[in-house]
């Protein structure tokens, strides 16, 4: 059974603080790797994809991906009370030339002014 | 932007009616998924669709279960005799054909099971 891990927190870090997320996952044949923000009731929105190891930004978020320790973490800069959500990593499972999207419980992260 | 649409965006049935979720993937994407979430659950893999056959489906996508691409740009999920387990999020996400692979999710529709 392929798993990925996830504290599910809650996650509480005061309004312009760093929030660190992370992950771990299970099947060592992974190749890509993905960050979800899920508000309440809605669905999963595409933050943050990597496919190699090390770090990869895009404007207040970087990735980190650590294929050896089968680790993956968001860290979200300067937070802001709007970051406030549930964060899922999802792990793409390639199987026959076709992929499906193993996610985590996902991490909700507060926070707070 | 393009994006993933679902219809309807609350589904109420009773127990062992036939229910069919709809949705309109990104217009230039070749692969289709349905997952589900049951309220407080993960998101979990359905069925992933290609080329007009099923690529892949869960031990949850059983007998029950059937998906279709009717045209040219819907992709349904049906129940044919729905039970209260069945109550979820059901989610349809697409992406491209090759890589990046990313997958782009619609806004769900909720269905109720009573």
Known sequence: QKE????????SVPEGAIASLNCTYSDRGSQSFFWYRQYSGKSPELIMSIYSNGDKEDGRFTAQLNKASQYV?????DSQPSDSATYLCAVNLFSGGY???IFGAGTRLAVHP | EPEVTQTP???VTQMGQEVILRCVP?????????YRQILGQKVEFLVSFYNNEISEKSEIFDDQFSVERPDGSNFTLKIRSTKLEDSAM???ASRTGGPPSEQYFGPGTRLTVT
Do not use: A, M, T
Request: charged share 10%.
């Open chain 1, 73 to 77: 973490s968001l860290l979200i800069r």
């Open chain 1, 99 to 101: 992929n499906k999207l």
């Open chain 1, 4 to 11: 990925v891990e996830q504290n599910s927190g809650p996650l």
């Open chain 2, 9 to 11: 965006s609350h589904q």
């Open chain 2, 26 to 34: 990104i217009s230039n994407h070749l692969y289709f998924y349905w």
């Open chain 2, 90 to 92: 059901y989610f349809c």
